[in-house]
Nanobody, 122 residues
């Protein structure tokens, strides 16, 4: 059983910053990719940023240069530093982790956090 818990969301003014955290716990052997998604009302859930176990990161075009994803493998935690926030960044942000439960687990599974609300407004 694996659980992901997100934190750090809230209300900020345009141009402000937030740092989101997502901590994974449970029966985990290792975690492959960790990914942040977001979903605004009436819109699809879109990828924001992802990071591999080795630290290789990718970003959506809309957040490049403003957001930074990182991870602490010892803590099974992924972070999303969000700077220069815009109203269009307003959404529920979800954490996803691809988890290997055992050494001989040849088919790792995806797990999702509950989501955390980010609102950017003056």
């Amino acid at each position: 059983q694996v659980q992901l818990v997100e934190s750090g969301g809230g209300l900020v003014q345009p141009g402000g910053s937030l740092r989101l955290s997502c901590a994974a716990s449970g029966s985990i052997y290792s975690i492959n990719a960790m990914v942040w998604y977001r979903q605004a009302p009436g819109k699809e859930r879109d990828l924001v940023a992802g990071i591999t176990s080795g630290g290789s990161a990718t970003y959506a075009d809309s957040v490049k240069g403003r957001f930074t994803i990182s991870r602490d493998n010892a803590k099974n935690t992924v972070y999303l530093q969000m700077d220069s926030l815009k109203p269009e960044d307003t959404a529920v942000y979800y954490c996803n982790a691809n988890v290997r439960l055992r050494l001989r687990d040849y088919s790792p599974s995806d797990y999702w956090g509950q989501g955390t609300q980010v609102t950017v407004s003056s």
